[in-house]
């Protein structure tokens, strides 16, 4: 029992922060899909690097409902064959000896809850484009190994040459040396690590 307990605690107060800060990230996460806008995450933990990567369906296909003919489901599979291709996306510093271990793209139907409707029904009249409107994203999960870590300071990204209409990505790093958070556009497109 004392055991359980020991292991529950810490969870209930990581929670707690989580839970205070919901509704801010709710409303980062609903304006991180104004289209234009990207997310990436990036973990790194020993000689592994980890980053998952949020995009627009406008962003990546153009288009964000679901495929419905042969040709837009053949531009969905592209755009996740696209969005694996990490020699083209990424480019690591030559000295870290990264090495691909795995990369998997997949385009993600988004649903918004009725709550957040309600929520933002006063804003109705700006979203007005988004109306009824399916929405959709790609996630893209990639994994690294580096033999050198520590020489790993930037990674260069071809993200805004390959998807055109993609204004800025919003990157949060987490790293054993510590963690920034910081905005990427087209002309300043690398991830710089702490
Ligand atoms: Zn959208």
């Known amino acids: 029992m004392l055991k359980f307990t020991r292991r529950i605690l810490p969870v209930l107060i990581i929670a707690i922060p989580l839970h ?57 599979t592209q755009a996740e064959q696209k969005l694996s291709d990490t020699n083209t996306l990424f480019v690591l510093d030559s000295g870290a000896g990264c ?38 994203e790609f996630q893209a999960k990639y994994a690294f190994e580096c033999t050198q870590v520590n020489a790993l300071k930037r990674i260069k990204t071809n993200l805004f040459t390959l998807f055109p209409s993609l204004q800025k990505i919003q990157a949060q790093i987490v790293t054993e040396r510590g963690q920034t958070a910081h905005s990427l556009s087209a002309s300043q497109p690398d991830i710089e690590l702490p």
């Open 99 to 136: 090495q691909v271990r795995s990369a998997h793209a997949q385009r993600i139907a988004v649903e918004h809850e009725a709550e957040h409707h309600e929520e933002h029904a006063e804003h109705e009249a700006e979203h007005d484009e988004h109306k009824d409107e399916n929405h959709s």
């Open 20 to 76: 205070l800060n919901a509704n801010d990230q709710e409303h980062e996460q609903h304006e991180a899909h104004e289209h234009g806008a990207a997310q990436l995450n990036l973990v790194q933990e020993k000689q592994s690097i980890l980053m998952e990567l949020h995009l627009s369906g406008m962003d990546v296909l153009g288009f964000e409902h679901p495929p419905s003919s042969p040709q837009e489901q053949a531009a969905v």
